[in-house]
């Protein structure tokens, strides 16, 4: 296998897996990889894991693509997904996700990747959001909240202000009715709790308007 060959194979994918690379090429010598590692093409993400060199990573979208990937099943949620969809201000230092499998926390090349565990029960209300020629999968608005409060230890009003949640996206974006059926399937008394003193603040909010 020749790394021009290898590049022409694998030029637009997001990651690379050993999987796949076994796949396009029977019998490869593993060498390689390490090879190009240390002269510059291949950036090694984690064990089974790699990109090329010259696909930069310059986007949300780029680290949701590869949080995806490397570790599987999961999907964008918590601080990612909000900051997303414009629901908290501040701007968020690694890529957060929810998944099945244990928790696990990644230190890569292209930033920190996250993952938070939650039940197969609790696994349902993500979509999948087009970038470039694949997609990615990332929590629906109303499930990222929920996913943040389940992940939380928020257990009053004035810890929640703290948030300086952006209630005019969540105006705009909230299916409160999606919501609340969520949060009967979750059946979750504290979550439930938490949920109640966002509606309660988001009332507010909508009353001084």
Avoid: C
Wanted: without cysteine; charged residues 25%; positive net charge.
């Amino acid at each position: 296998m020749k790394l021009q060959e290898f590049t022409e194979r694998f030029k637009h994918f997001p990651v690379i897996s050993i999987r796949e690379i076994e796949k396009a090429f029977p019998g490869f010598d593993r060498n390689a990889l390490t090879r190009w590692q240390k002269q510059g093409y291949l950036v090694k993400i984690r064990r089974g894991y790699y990109r090329l060199a010259a696909n930069e990573v310059s986007s949300d979208a780029d680290r949701f693509l590869i949080s995806n990937r490397i570790y599987s099943p999961s999907y964008i949620s918590l601080q990612s997904a909000l900051n997303w969809y414009g629901f908290i201000p501040e701007g968020v230092f690694m890529t957060t996700a929810i998944t099945t499998r244990k928790t696990a926390v990644f230190d890569t090349p292209y930033g920190n990747f996250h993952y938070t565990n939650l039940s197969r029960s609790s696994f349902f209300g993500y979509t999948l959001v087009p970038a470039g020629e694949y997609h990615f999968k990332i929590a629906e608005p109303e499930k990222a909240l929920l996913d943040f409060f389940n992940a939380s230890t928020i257990s009053s009003i004035d810890e929640l202000i703290g948030l300086r949640f952006n209630f005019n996206e969540i105006k705009e974006r909230i299916d409160w009715v999606k919501l609340d059926k969520y949060l009967t399937v979750i059946g979750s008394k504290i979550l439930i709790h938490r949920v109640n003193l966002l509606k309660k603040l988001h009332q507010e909010y909508a009353f001084h308007q």
